[in-house]
Nanobody
Framework: QVQLVESGGGLVQPGGSLRLSCAAS????????MAWYRQTPGKQREWVAE???????KYTDSVKDRFTISRDDAKNTVYLQMTSLKPDDTAVYYC????????????????WGQGTQVTVSA
């Protein structure tokens, strides 16, 4: 099992910055791809960014050049540095991770954090 704990959300003015963190703990061989999603009331959860074990990152178009995802494998932590924030970035941000386990054979399970609120408002 893997537990994901997010931190770093809050209220910020348009044009401001925030850094989200998500730390993974529990029993696993390795954490594989880590990602951030976001969700606003009444809408489906939206993929924002992901980073694989080779530190290769991908972003949804709306956050390219504003958000940067990174990871520290020594700490099993993924970060999302958000800059030039807009009101449309307001959402609950969720951390997602694929954990590798050995249960008789190697298995991959998907995990979610509890979410952290980001509000961009003047």
């Amino acid at each position: 099992q893997v537990q994901l704990v997010e931190s770093g959300g809050g209220l910020v003015q348009p044009g401001g910055s925030l850094r989200l963190s998500c730390a993974a703990s529990g029993t696993f061989i390795r954490i594989l791809t880590m990602a951030w999603y976001r969700q606003t009331p009444g809408k489906q959860r939206e993929w924002v960014a992901e980073i694989n074990v080779n530190a290769e990152a991908k972003y949804t178009d709306s956050v390219k050049d504003r958000f940067t995802i990174s990871r520290d494998d020594a700490k099993n932590t993924v970060y999302l540095q958000m800059t030039s924030l807009k009101p449309d970035d307001t959402a609950v941000y969720y951390c997602n991770a694929i954990g590798m386990h050995y249960i008789g054979s190697v298995v991959h399970n998907e995990y979610w954090g509890q979410g952290t609120q980001v509000t961009v408002s003047a």
